[in-house]
């Protein structure tokens, strides 16, 4: 029996069930890029600490931050700014500082879609590029997998999170509203991308929007 309904009226692509979504063509993710960053990243030492430099910064779409160059964090606090923020500058860091940089911690993130069996593509950690791409099967996999590590599922569903004084709000109206009860959820938007969303419930359905106008209208929709 099919649990869940996809549509195409409002979006690219949007769906809500419990079963993995049909395979489909790979489409720009926008910052649900930073789910799979947030996976790779995860497997290394986080309490590491990392100066934040202009190599950090946003040479693609220009997109600022309150991380400050000479800025030194951990890695973890990174990860948490990555999914509670989606604070770009976070993402760039922590490809930076992998073992052999940035271009080895793509390498890392399109294998570990491989292993995944997800078809997906990345070349940036932040999502920034229209060639981070996946299919909405891609994005149910990927998400599951940030799902199954708990630390990273509760970091993407914080309302906030800090450095010092300065806050990050979650990028997402319903965690910053308390509206619905997630397990783990992700936002994106750039031009080419659209408006994105994947959400994991409690009750175990996925909601993933990838190419809409307005994801928070695509997703009462489909809530309804």
């Known amino acids: 029996m099919l649990l869940g309904c996809s549509f195409a009226q409002a979006a690219a692509t949007s769906y809500i069930g419990l079963e993995l979504p049909a395979e489909g063509?790979?489409?720009?993710?926008?910052?649900l890029t930073k789910m799979m960053t947030a996976i790779v990243a995860s497997r290394q030492d986080l309490s590491e600490a990392v100066e934040v430099t202009k190599a950090d910064f946003d040479t693609i779409k220009g997109t600022r931050s309150k991380l400050m160059p000479g800025l030194v964090?951990?890695?973890n606090k990174l990860l948490e700014l990555a999914l509670v923020g989606s604070d770009n500058r976070a993402a760039f860091a922590l490809a930076r500082s992998w073992p052999g940089g940035r271009e080895k911690?793509?390498?890392?993130m399109n294998e570990e879609a491989d292993r995944l069996g997800a078809n997906a593509r990345?070349?940036?950690?932040?999502?920034?590029?229209?060639?981070?791409?996946?299919?909405?099967?891609a994005v149910a996999v990927i998400g599951r997998e940030l799902a199954s590590n708990k630390?990273?599922?509760a970091f993407s569903v914080e309302q906030r999170a800090n450095v010092g004084r300065a806050l990050w709000n979650n990028t997402n109206m319903y965690v910053r509203t308390n509206t619905l009860s997630l397990e783990a959820q992700k936002t994106g938007f750039t031009n080419e991308a659209g408006s994105c969303l994947y959400m994991l419930l409690k009750d175990g359905k996925?909601?993933?929007?990838l190419g809409a106008k307005n994801k928070y209208a695509e997703a009462k929709r489909l809530l309804k």
């Open 105 to 108: 911690f793509i390498e890392a």
């Open 73 to 75: 964090v951990s890695k």
């Open 206 to 209: 996925q909601l993933i929007i």
């Open 151 to 153: 630390k990273l599922a």
């Open 122 to 137: 990345f070349t940036d950690s932040a999502g920034l590029g229209a060639t981070n791409e996946a299919s909405s099967r």
């Open 25 to 31: 063509p790979r489409v720009p993710i926008a910052s």
